[in-house]
C-alpha cells in the first residue's frame, strides 16, 4: 500500500508565498515522476508542475517564474515553493506519483487548502 501525505497549506494574502510538500510512504521500489495538480471550484483539475526522478521539470504557464517544484528522492518528498501568490491561485492542491511498489500506479493525495485574498 503506498500513500502521500501532503502539508503545508493554508490562508495567505496576495503576494505571499506558501510552501506545500508531499511524502510518498509505503512498500515503495521506486518513485517515479511526482508532481502538483490543483482544482478550483467548478474548474477541472490541472497541472501546476511536474518533476522527474532525474530533476527534469515542468511548469504550467500561469505559475512559471512564481513556482518551484523540488524533490529529495532519498525522503520520497516533494515540494512546492509558491512566491508571489494570486488569488487566482486559490484551489485544492492535490500532490501526485507515479510509484512502482508491488506493481506500477499512480497516487494522489488527499489534497491540501490554498487560500489566496485579495
Known amino acids: 500500500q503506498v500513500q502521500l501525505v501532503e502539508s503545508g497549506g493554508g490562508l495567505v494574502q496576495a503576494g505571499g508565498s506558501l510552501r506545500l510538500s508531499c511524502t510518498a510512504s509505503?512498500?515503495?521500489?521506486?518513485?517515479?515522476?511526482m508532481g502538483w495538480y490543483r482544482q478550483a471550484p467548478g474548474k477541472q483539475r490541472e497541472l501546476v508542475a511536474d518533476?522527474?526522478?532525474?530533476?527534469?521539470?515542468n511548469y504550467a504557464d500561469s505559475v512559471k517564474g512564481r513556482f518551484t517544484i523540488s524533490r529529495d528522492n532519498a525522503k520520497n518528498t516533494v515540494s512546492l515553493q509558491m512566491n508571489s501568490l494570486k488569488p487566482e491561485d486559490t484551489a485544492v492542491y492535490y500532490c501526485?506519483?507515479?510509484?512502482?511498489?508491488?506493481?506500477?500506479?499512480?497516487?494522489w493525495g488527499q489534497g491540501t487548502q490554498v487560500t489566496v485574498s485579495s
Open positions: 501526485n506519483a507515479e510509484v512502482r511498489a508491488f506493481k506500477l500506479g499512480v497516487y
Open positions: 509505503g512498500s515503495i521500489f521506486r518513485v517515479n515522476a
Open positions: 518533476i522527474t526522478s532525474g530533476g527534469s521539470t
